[in-house]
C-alpha cells in the first residue's frame, strides 16, 4: 500500500509563493497517477494538478499559470510549485496516488477509484491578503 507523506504547506501573503512536496513509497510508481487536491472545510475536495506515469500532466482551470506538477523520480517525490498566490488558494493540500490511471485531465487523473489508492495526510497553505 502506498504510503504518502506531504510537506511544505504554511502561510504566505497573497501573492507569494510555495512550494508543496509529496513523498512516496511502498508502491510501484509507474502504475500510479499523482494528483494533488485540496480542501475547504465544508467544500467538497477539488483537484488541483496531476501528473500521469508518463509525465503528461494537468492543472485545474482555477490555478491555471499559477500551479505546476512535477515529479522527482530519483527520490520518489511529487512537487506542486504554486506562485502568485490568492486567499482562495487557501486549503488543506493532499497528494493522493491513484492506481491504474491513463491520462490526466482537468487537474485529476482519469478513470475510477480503485481500492489500491493512497492518499497523504495533508498540509495546511494559509494565503493572507
Known amino acids: 500500500q502506498p504510503h504518502l507523506v506531504e510537506s511544505g504547506g504554511g502561510e504566505v501573503q497573497a501573492g507569494g509563493s510555495l512550494r508543496l512536496a509529496c513523498a512516496g513509497s511502498?508502491?510501484?510508481?509507474?502504475?500510479?497517477?499523482m494528483a494533488w487536491y485540496r480542501q475547504v472545510p465544508g467544500n467538497e475536495r477539488e483537484g488541483v494538478a496531476a501528473?500521469?506515469?508518463?509525465?503528461?500532466?494537468s492543472v485545474a482551470d482555477s490555478v491555471m499559470g499559477r500551479f505546476s506538477i512535477s515529479k522527482d523520480s530519483a527520490s520518489n517525490t511529487w512537487y506542486l510549485d504554486m506562485s502568485s498566490l490568492k486567499p482562495e488558494d487557501s486549503a488543506t493540500y493532499y497528494c493522493?496516488?491513484?492506481?491504474?490511471?491513463?491520462?490526466?485531465?482537468?487537474?485529476?487523473?482519469?478513470?475510477?477509484?480503485?481500492?489500491?489508492?493512497?492518499w497523504g495526510q495533508g498540509t495546511l497553505v494559509t494565503v493572507s491578503s
Open positions: 511502498g508502491f510501484p510508481y509507474d502504475n500510479y497517477c
Open positions: 501528473i500521469d506515469k508518463g509525465g503528461d500532466t
Open positions: 493522493a496516488a491513484e492506481y491504474g490511471r491513463v491520462g490526466v485531465y482537468g487537474g485529476m487523473c482519469r478513470g475510477l477509484k480503485t481500492a489500491l489508492d493512497a
